[in-house]
T-cell receptor, first 112, second 114 residues
Framework: KQEVTQIPAALSVPEGENLVLNCSFTDSAIYNLQWFRQDPGKGLTSLLLIQSSQREQTSGRLNASLDKSSGRSTLYIAASQPGDSATYLCAVLNTGGFKTIFGAGTRLFVKA | DVKVTQSSRYLVKRTGEKVFLECVQDMDHENMFWYRQDPGLGLRLIYFSYDVKMKEKGDIPEGYSVSREKKERFSLILESASTNQTSMYLC?????????????FGQGTRLTVV
């Protein structure tokens, strides 16, 4: 059974710092991995989608990497800003299934 | 841009009421999903649908049912609302494109059952 773990559960950094959020999964048979952002009381916003054949994806200050063999993904945020404060979730879509499995999220605070 | 729209942001219902949560997507996606999100438990899948009139139970279907009469609309029904169904409900949709299947979410409905 696929399990997705995100570490740390919460993170507080000063503005301008570069940071890395971690996601690990137990079953490497995935179609893709997706990173989402969630602001308090809101829905999820898709940030990056990495297909299983890809190693990384970039969007602006965000870079997500995928290492299927080790069951790991990282989300790198460069030059963090207070507006980056949110909960970040990673999710995997298993091969042969419709279900997306979510991690519990990392709650990020960027202090001005 | 893909848009997934949930009919209400906030709802307050009484115990025993029948509750309908509506979700509409405008990108002709085949797959639609209903999740609930609770502190400490993360997102849990209630039901999903991969085609019109098709539905599959997720991890926590008890106390819920769904309806998908049209491709763009997926409804979650609480037959007799209970206080333990107080939660944030999130609808999502995705296309059937194998590895490039990207999920898109609505803004969420915060349901309180009193």
């Amino acid at each position: 059974k696929q399990e997705v773990t995100q570490i740390p559960a919460a993170l507080s950094v000063p503005e301008g710092e570069n940071l890395v959020l971690n996601c690990s999964f137990t079953d490497s048979a995935i179609y893709n991995l997706q990173w989402f952002r969630q602001d308090p009381g809101k829905g999820l916003t898709s940030l990056l989608l990495i297909q299983s054949s890809q190693r990384e994806q970039t969007s602006g200050r965000l870079n997500a990497s995928l290492d299927k063999s080790s069951g790991r993904s990282t989300l790198y945020i460069a030059a963090s800003q207070p507006g980056d404060s949110a909960t970040y979730l990673c999710a995997v879509l298993n091969t042969g299934g419709f279900k997306t499995i979510f991690g519990a999220g990392t709650r990020l605070f960027v202090k001005a | 841009d893909v848009k997934v729209t949930q009919s209400s942001r906030y709802l307050v219902k009484r115990t025993g009421e029948k509750v309908f949560l509506e979700c509409v997507q405008d990108m002709d996606h085949e797959n639609m999903f209903w999740y609930r999100q609770d502190p400490g438990l993360g997102l849990r899948l209630i039901y999903f649908s991969y085609d019109v009139k098709m539905k599959e139970k997720g991890d926590i279907p008890e106390g819920y049912s769904v309806s998908r009469e049209k491709k763009e609309r997926f409804s979650l029904i609480l037959e007799s609302a209970s206080t333990n169904q107080t939660s944030m409900y999130l609808c999502a949709s995705s296309p059937v494109r194998r590895m490039n299947t990207e999920a898109f979410f609505g803004q969420g409905t915060r349901l309180t059952v009193v």
